[in-house]
């Protein structure tokens, strides 16, 4: 049974990294250059594995002060966490109240910010994600195996001079077919795509509605199974495809590219935000606690073996042409049918990782706007808590928001994630091309702070370090600001740009 406990908590670390991202690193490696991206990431596990490391043990420590001296905080400490025992507060405090406790109400908005934009920002990446790969298994299709990534001019596929006519357009009626996909004509340049993206985002939009509409995240469970599937059977598949007639391409950057380093940095910062959900998870290992910095690290190397085989070989079987998702750039090298088969099984998982990354960016809003008396109808705790305050006092400690007596009706919530997937899905009209670089955004704006800032924040703000030790964390935060404004400039600078155009 022992084994078994450890291989659960074992898991529940595992899941907090790993997802799709296996997909873009091959792309992140474009950007940095082989060498360069190596050396980075194997700096930003060891950053990532000692943050985390650390946010544990000063969340202990926090726990600790409340149940004995709550005044040595020079924070805000909720009156949920003053009125229950320190066995009660160790189990139930968050990211958000340990960083309110420590840093007040800057540490409770810098903390809420970063939650909300990685998880609000990882769905709107759904929705390109989803829509960029029906939009490539279509034209995959049509052009009878090969995408736009794969071709400058469509070669007629005919015998004779006429056009060969497609699996997908065979039998159909021009006329209505042309205005399905927006007026798309085979015959033009190869920008030109057989369904237009925002139509394939219409079509996902009501999966997309659907799952943003449950209730609980115990009901969750079954999507999580589907997703974690469809990633491993991905992976495992992805492989397979590109061994077949592997060989290294020519057009390989090998030692660095400084000038994309900053899009890397954001992607792979991204990858690797799992911090926010490290206290919940190791607050659930009772019996195993002990044993948390060894299953962190042992997961930790487990995905990065994971992320860096993905990222080398698809780099190196693809060069400098590999897309902003790998899947993206298989087309033409084996059969089509595998292809599309393949990226439904990938939009499967990621459709299914959707309502646990949307609960969070949910759960942030509806608190703010309602209070915790959303919870009051409901069996279980909110998956996360920001610890906001509402008011303040002029002592060092304020009372939160306290549970009001009238329940909020569900068509209300129902109103409030109904527009939240609509502001999604808009960014998503105007992101397309732009997966990458918006996950490199994310990763800069709230992944660096929530793994490397705050936490060091947090950590020299309790006192009692040594000299070293602060130089050490100073170092971290200016490392985590330097790389979330170089992130943000230059992934909002190719967005604009693709935005405009070609000239």
């Keep these: 049974m022992r084994v078994v406990m450890i291989a659960q908590d074992f898991a529940n670390i595992f899941k907090a990294f790993i997802g799709t991202n296996y997909l873009t690193v091959s792309f992140a490696f474009k950007e940095s250059g082989l060498v360069l991206g190596l050396i980075s990431i194997a700096v930003i596990v060891v950053a990532t594995a000692h943050c ?28 949920r966490l003053r009125s229950i025992s320190e066995s009660e507060i160790e189990r139930t405090i968050s990211y958000g109240e340990v960083a309110s406790a420590v840093l007040g109400r800057l540490g409770c908005i810098l903390t809420t910010v970063s939650l909300f934009v990685t998880q609000f920002g990882f769905c709107v990446s759904y929705f390109i994600f989803i829509a960029d790969t029906l939009e490539e298994s279509i034209d995959m299709f049509v052009y009878n ?23 997908l357009t065979d039998g159909l009626d021009r006329s209505w077919w042309q205005y399905l996909t927006m007026g798309s004509n085979l015959n033009k340049d190869a920008e030109k795509h057989v369904v237009d993206y925002h139509l394939l985002l219409l079509i996902s939009f009501p999966c997309f509605m659907a799952l943003a509409m449950v209730k609980r995240i115990r009901n ?11 990633v491993l059977l991905g992976f495992i598949a992805i492989t397979f495809i590109i061994f077949i007639d592997f060989k290294i391409n020519n057009d390989v950057t090998w030692t660095a590219n400084f000038s994309g380093f900053p899009i890397f940095f954001g992607q792979v910062t991204s990858a690797y935000e799992g911090i926010g959900t490290i206290i919940p998870i190791e607050t659930s290992m009772e019996g195993n ?46 059969n089509p049918i595998v292809i599309l088969i393949l990226n439904a099984t990938i939009c499967i998982g990621v459709l299914f990782t959707y309502p646990l990354q949307n609960f969070v960016a949910v759960e942030i809003v509806e608190g703010l706007i309602f209070g915790s008396s959303i919870h009051e109808d409901e069996q279980a705790e909110p998956l996360l808590s920001s610890g906001i305050p509402i008011e303040s006092v002029q002592s060092e400690e304020v009372v ?3 549970p009001t007596q009238k329940q909020v ?5 129902i109103v409030v994630r109904v527009v939240i997937v609509v502001i999604q899905f808009g960014l998503a009209c105007f992101l397309k091309d732009s997966y990458a670089y918006f996950s490199a955004f994310v990763g800069a704006v709230g992944s660096t702070m929530l793994a490397y ?51």
């Design 220 to 230: 969750m469970g079954p999507f999580s199974v589907f997703a974690n599937s469809a």
């Design 409 to 413: 009706l569900f068509y209300k919530r």
């Design 145 to 167: 195996g090969t995408t736009k990534h794969d071709i400058v001019t469509p070669t007629p596929m005919v015998e004779g001079g006429g056009l060969q006519s497609s699996v």
């Design 400 to 402: 939160t928001r306290q």
């Design 52 to 79: 985390c490391n650390m946010i544990i043990k000063c969340k202990r420590e926090v726990v600790e002060r409340i149940d004995n001296n709550p005044s040595s905080l020079t924070g805000y400490v909720s009156s």
């Design 453 to 503: 800032v705050i936490p060091c924040l947090i950590h020299i703000r309790l006192g009692g370090r040594s000299t070293l030790v602060i130089m050490k964390d100073v170092l971290l935060i200016s490392i985590g600001l330097v790389g979330m404004v170089t992130g943000v400039y230059f992934s909002v600078r190719q967005i604009i740009e693709n935005l405009q155009g070609p000239n």
């Design 289 to 334: 606690r002990s044993l948390y910095p060894a299953l962190l690290y042992g997961a930790l190397f487990l995905f990065t073996g994971i992320y860096c085989f993905m990222g080398v070989i698809g780099y190196l079987k693809y060069g400098n042409n590999v897309g902003q998702v790998l899947i993206w750039s298989l087309a033409g090298h084996t």
